[in-house]
Structure formats: C-alpha cells, structure tokens
C-alpha cells in the first residue's frame, strides 16, 4: 500500500524558514509530477509549485523567489524550501505526487496526496 507521509511544518516567525518533506512509503517504483498545495481556512485548495521530470519547476507568483521545490527520485521524496515566509503563507500544506507501483505482479499508477501539514507564520 502506498502512502505520503509529510513531516516539517511548525510555527515560525515572519521572514523565518520551514522545509517540508513528503516521502512514498511502499512498494514505490515511479515517482513523479510532485506538487505542493495549500488550503487556509476559508480558502480553496492552490497549488503552491509543482515539478515534474523534464518539464521543469512552476510556482504561485505569490511564493515566487522565496519558496524552492525539489524531489529526490531515489529517496521517494520530495521537499519544499520555504523562506521569508509571511502571515499570508499560514495554511495547511499538502504534497500531491504521481506514483508507480507494484500490486502483485501489476504494475499500477495512482495519484496520491499527503496527510497535510500546519505551517503557522505568526510572530
């Protein structure tokens, strides 16, 4: 069975740093198209940045130059660097990843999310 397992979002003060990872637990062969949402109260679900193999990286212009994702394809995982985080950035972060697996002897790809993460910027 597969899962994403997200860990490092916390409490950090305005202009702080946070880096959160999102790992595929389970018989994993294929990871891909990896993405970064998140949802404040009140707000809708917004993609934060994705990247994906030999397309590159896209952001939110609202984390442009202040947020880096990056994956591991070895590792299964992948991260999100968060700098000179603002109030605004306060959400619940979710990973959202394209995984390949095995299922006996099926190969099988499914499109997974993360549990999610509180980030809280607050001084």
């Known amino acids: 069975q597969v899962q994403l397992v997200e860990s490092g979002g916390g409490l950090v003060q305005p202009g702080g740093s946070l880096k959160l990872s999102c790992t595929a637990t389970g018989n994993v062969v294929s990871f891909d198209a990896m993405a970064w949402y998140r949802q404040a109260p009140g707000n809708q679900r917004e993609l934060v940045a994705s990247?994906?193999?030999?397309?590159?990286?896209t952001y939110a212009d609202s984390v442009k130059g202040r947020f880096t994702i990056s994956g591991d394809y070895v590792k299964t995982t992948v991260y999100l660097q968060m700098s000179e985080l603002k109030p605004e950035d306060t959400a619940v972060y979710y990973c959202n990843v394209d995984v390949g697996y095995y299922s006996g002897s099926l190969f099988r790809r499914n499109n997974y999310w993360g549990q999610g993460t509180q980030v809280t910027v607050s001084s």
């Open positions: 990247i994906r193999s030999g397309s590159g990286t």
